[in-house]
T-cell receptor, first 112, second 110 residues
Framework: NAGVTQTPKFRILKIGQSMTLQCAQD?????MYWYRQDPGMGLKLIYY???????DKGEVPNGYNVSRSTTEDFPLRLELAAPSQTSVYFC???????????FGPGTRLTVT | GQQLNQSPQSMFIQEGEDVSMNCTSS?????WLWYKQDPGEGPVLLIA?????ELTSNGRLTAQFGITRKDSFLNISASIPSDVGIYFC??????????FGEGTQLTVNP
């Protein structure tokens, strides 16, 4: 199993540009999550999904959108990039809501 | 929302020393998880705890689910240079999402 994979690994955006961060898992997990990690800080939940077709907001959803058309994929969309969105983005998955979460390697995004 | 306080924020130790860190919560948790994050990588699960009082080991790592269900502890014995990284606790209330602590940055001097 590849586990949780994320692309791209690094990206630099100009203010106002848009992009999609890709996330895929091959563990047949129902739950998937997007977090952001600012320097020296913990993880903040952006959005999560409990299954295909179902998504919900986390702690810091503003400026982001998600979709979950399949069990495997959970892309995160930034429509109008802002410098405040400069961060490291982690995707994670788990079998159930109370089970351990497994993380991808992260996407380092800089907005200038 | 839930508050998790993780301490210490950072630790500088000599190789071979033992390490202790802890997390406390303002809420009662049903699950405690401990993760390690190496530089430039995603967090990796170390230990999962599901019962109050539970004590679980993973090699030189030992974690405990506090009796009050509002705290958890992680101990690392005989530290080695590859223990360097950021250690995160995470806790989950019943029916709620996982909340992460701010992390403990561990530096091990050879």
């Amino acid at each position: 199993n590849a586990g949780v994979t994320q692309t791209p690994k690094f990206r630099i955006l100009k203010i106002g540009q848009s992009m999609t961060l890709q996330c895929a898992q091959d563990m047949n997990h129902n739950y998937m999550y997007w977090y952001r990690q600012d320097p020296g800080m913990g993880l903040k939940l952006i959005y999560y999904s409990v299954g295909a077709g179902i998504t919900d907001k986390g702690e810091v959803p503003n400026g982001y959108n998600v979709s979950r058309s399949t069990t495997e994929d959970f892309p995160l969309r930034l429509e109008l990039a802002a410098p405040s969105q400069t961060s490291v983005y982690f995707c994670a998955s788990s079998y159930t809501a109370v089970y351990e979460q497994y993380f991808g390697p992260g996407t380092r995004l800089t907005v200038t | 929302g839930q508050q998790l306080n993780q301490s210490p924020q950072s630790m500088f130790i000599q190789e071979g020393e033992d390490v202790s860190m802890n997390c406390t919560s303002s809420s009662i948790f049903n699950t405690w998880l401990w993760y390690k994050q190496d530089p430039g990588e995603g967090p990796v699960l170390l230990i999962a705890l599901y019962k109050a009082g539970e004590l679980t080991s993973n090699g030189r790592l030992t974690a405990q689910f506090g009796i009050t269900r509002k705290d958890s502890f992680l101990n690392i014995s005989a530290s080695i240079p590859s223990d360097v990284g950021i250690y995160f606790c995470a806790g989950q209330e019943s029916g709620s999402r996982l909340t992460f602590g701010e992390g403990t940055q561990l530096t091990v001097n050879p």
